[in-house]
């Protein structure tokens, strides 16, 4: 028995490892002392003494996404529905999942002491680096590291560079505090110490309490992790699978491959438990497509051995900070996997970790570190394990450089193990002292400044400023209208993932939402469904159609986002302020415009309108919406022709927002981009034919019925896919100037 093995005995764990923390002061003594110094560390970098903690990090972007989610929770209690988003309905996020529960249990506790939602999100944050220090630590202690390196250690995993980096816009992604406890288990079962099966020992059995403990243990992180993000999910199981192989390996005992097997299970039923609500939603709404990834976007969102081992962006050191700009610059596909720095103590473990695989014999703790390190790069770089997956079994996972938080705990382990055995080898009696103070304060001084990049709070006042200026222009806009009123926004941005619109970056329209508990926004509602297919078709009309249609929906005002617009909103408020015959009021920035529409707003309406569009007030308050659904992709435009491509299968969604049944005409020609005729069937309300389809294309043309509500068209072809170079999407056939020509109602 070597000595890792001793130390993952459940025996000598119960004298000298973890799990008897609980039972002892002087082992709760460095959680409480890492807690502390994790909460000191994060105040002192993020300058929290300075700033007003009120008020979130960012502003912009992500961030407001983040805020809005904490916001609808902290309020009142809400995930899922959120009733002052996309009116004139109501949003729903079922269609976009977030099984995320582990954090909103924490959110539930804070929410006891707080409503402000400012406040909640920074308390969250921040709750991070102690909360990794933590289970860092009791994972180091666990694989036996000494004290005193495990505290320096743990530290520094709390503050590995995508922490900084991700902050509160990707908040539950720096939330990784169930990491180091997954990469525990997974070690565990590599060695047949998850304790799910007794017989894991040569040479005796050990004592079945020890054994239920970490069983109980390994199942319970499993369950959390389950709930935590689908990428952490994703990447425990893929640990699982490789731990569980090396373990029987290892020992030739199937107990090893049948405990990863259901720990694996586990992680899986958890989070299909996480996903159950969206899950039924999707079975009686149908499904949608909201999120539409494309295979490649693994590739663009992997990560890179050079940024791994780089310095992190911003360096404190001039000489760094200049050479990683100029790889920046010239590097491709640089984007959010720039977070994954592991500083100068990861990269040491990295590069040990590599060696370990050359040297015979390697330790083997680092080994199990080495196999799980090597997996987790192979599957997080470019051109990996995880493009692999996308191409081969499914897209919806794409940003694969997310693992570097599992690969800085593996990277970090190694090192602190290597220099433990070093000192330990070299130290004799003077171990404690060296190895428990001196070593460690250096370690972590280092560390730290080679992880905490420059410049995190630059923009800082500006932040605090925006954020109070929308406040304000909140306030005044609550000021004007009664409560619980519908306010209309322009332009049209859908929810959620939109490209950005001129100036407009996507979630920036939340804004008015975070500062105001009553009003209802018709920003949020969900792409693909009823409510923001009518929010689009009405955006999009001259401004005396759309003046009558949100005033006959009973809104009470519009915000106009001006950087929305080419020309920021000049066109659109002249015109408006022509029909309304008044001026709107402005935020201190000049982005925003409200303008009010009240009872004077509309008679000044009703006398300037053309008198003809009020007899055709129910076709512009009720319009017929056509959009393409799920495996179809947006529409392309040539002069007067436009067309969709769609894959194998497609949808076409016609939505008649009226209350009546209206019969129309559809019209549309498909084609491919073979000579060969393939079949095309076409199913929807009442219709069902089938067509013969070639790049010559067949025109089209059905009567149909379009009862209230969204009706589905469903496309289904049999032709081969289109081979389009540098073009990722999946495409089969295309639909030509599709058409709904209504007859009557």
């Known amino acids: 028995m070597n000595e890792y093995q001793r130390k993952l005995e459940p025996r000598d764990l119960a004298g000298t490892g973890a799990e008897s923390a609980l039972f002892s002061l002087s082992r709760v003594l460095p959680y409480v002392a890492v807690a502390i110094l994790c909460m000191l560390l994060a105040g002192i970098i993020w300058h929290v003494g300075r700033i007003d903690i009120t008020i979130p990090l960012g502003v912009n972007g992500d961030h407001n996404l983040s805020q809005e989610l904490v916001t609808n929770f902290v309020r009142d209690g809400r995930y899922y529905v959120n009733p002052l988003l996309g009116a004139p309905g109501t949003q729903e996020l079922y269609d976009f999942p977030f099984p995320h529960w582990t954090h909103f249990i924490i959110l539930a506790g804070i929410r006891l002491f707080t409503r402000d939602s400012g406040l909640a999100i920074n308390l969250l944050f921040f709750l991070g680096y102690p909360l990794a220090g933590m289970t860092a630590l009791y994972a180091f202690r666990s694989l036996g590291i000494s004290t005193g390196l495990a505290m320096a250690g743990a530290v520094l995993y709390a503050f590995v560079p995508f922490h900084q980096m991700r902050n509160e816009a990707h908040l539950i992604y720096a939330c990784y505090y169930l990491v180091p406890l997954m990469a525990l288990v997974v070690v565990w079962v590599s060695f047949g110490q998850a304790g799910l099966f007794q017989a894991a020992t040569k040479g005796g059995s050990a004592p079945d309490r020890h054994f239920f403990r970490r069983g109980l243990l390994s199942v319970l992180v499993c369950v959390l992790i389950g709930w935590d993000n689908p990428y952490n999910a994703f990447f425990a199981v893929a640990f699982l699978s490789v731990a569980g192989t090396l373990g029987f390996l290892r020992r030739q005992d199937r107990r090893a491959i049948l405990t990863a097997a259901v720990l694996a299970v586990v992680v899986v039923t958890s989070f299909g438990v996480g996903l159950l609500p969206n899950l039924i939603y999707i079975q009686r709404h149908g499904r949608i497509g909201t999120a539409q990834r494309l295979p490649v976007e693994s590739e663009i969102y992997g990560l890179t051995l050079i940024q791994l081992l780089a310095p992190v962006t911003n360096h404190r050191v001039p000489a760094l900070a200049t050479w990683k700009e100029q790889f920046r610059s010239q590097a491709l596909l640089v984007n959010e996997n720039d977070g994954a720095a592991l500083g100068a103590v990861g990269a040491a473990g990295f590069v040990a970790l590599f060696l370990c695989f050359l040297l015979k014999p390697c330790p083997e703790e680092l080994y199990s570190l080495s196999v799980l390190n090597l997996t987790a790069f192979l599957l997080g770089t470019i051109g990996g394990l995880g493009a692999v997956f996308s191409f081969v079994i499914s897209p919806q996972l794409r940003g694969f450089n997310r693992i570097s938080v599992y690969i800085s705990f593996f990277c970090i382990a190694a090192a602190l193990l290597v220099l433990d055995r070093f000192l330990g080898k070299t130290l004799g009696n003077k171990r404690w002292i060296v190895a428990g103070v001196v070593v460690p304060s250096f370690l972590l001084i280092l560390g730290m400044y080679d992880q905490i990049p420059l410049g995190l709070m630059l923009g800082r006042d500006q932040v605090e400023k925006q954020y109070r200026e929308d406040a304000e222009f909140v306030q005044r806009i609550e000021a004007l209208v009664p409560p619980h009123s519908m306010i209309f926004q322009l332009p049209y941005d859908p929810f959620p993932e939109s490209p950005p619109i001129n100036q407009l970056g996507d979630y920036e329209e939340l804004r008015g939402y975070l500062h105001s508990s009553s009003l209802r926004w018709s920003y949020g509602s969900m792409k693909g469904r009823e409510t923001a297919g009518w929010l689009a078709a009405i955006s999009n009309l001259p401004a005396d159609q759309l003046l009558l249609a949100v005033t006959t929906s009973g809104f009470a005002g519009i915000v106009v986002d001006r950087f929305g617009f080419a020309d920021h909103g000049v066109v659109v408020e002249s015109r408006i302020k022509e029909f309304l015959g008044s001026e709107p009021i402005a935020d201190k920035s000049g982005r925003l415009s409200f303008f009010q529409l009240d009872s004077k707003a509309i008679d000044s309406l009703r006398r300037t309108v053309d008198p003809e569009l009020r007899t055709k007030l129910e076709a512009i308050v009720y319009p017929l919406v056509v959009e393409t659904g799920a495996g179809c992709w947006g529409k392309e435009v040539a002069g007067s022709d436009n067309w969709h491509w769609c894959g194998r299968i497609g949808d076409i969604k016609i939505l008649n927002s009226s ?87």
């Open 659 to 745: 209350p009546f049944e209206h019969t129309v005409t559809l019209k549309a020609t498909f084609a491919t981009t073979y000579p060969e005729y393939s079949r095309l069937v076409i199913e929807g309300p009442a219709l069902q034919q089938t067509l013969k389809v070639n790049n010559i294309g067949t025109a089209w043309r059905a009567d149909v019925s379009l009862p209230p509500g969204m009706s589905r068209i469903t496309l289904t072809s049999d032709a081969n896919k289109v081979i389009a170079p540098g073009d990722p999407r999946e495409m089969y056939f295309r639909i030509n100037n599709f058409q709904v020509l209504e007859q009557s109602h």
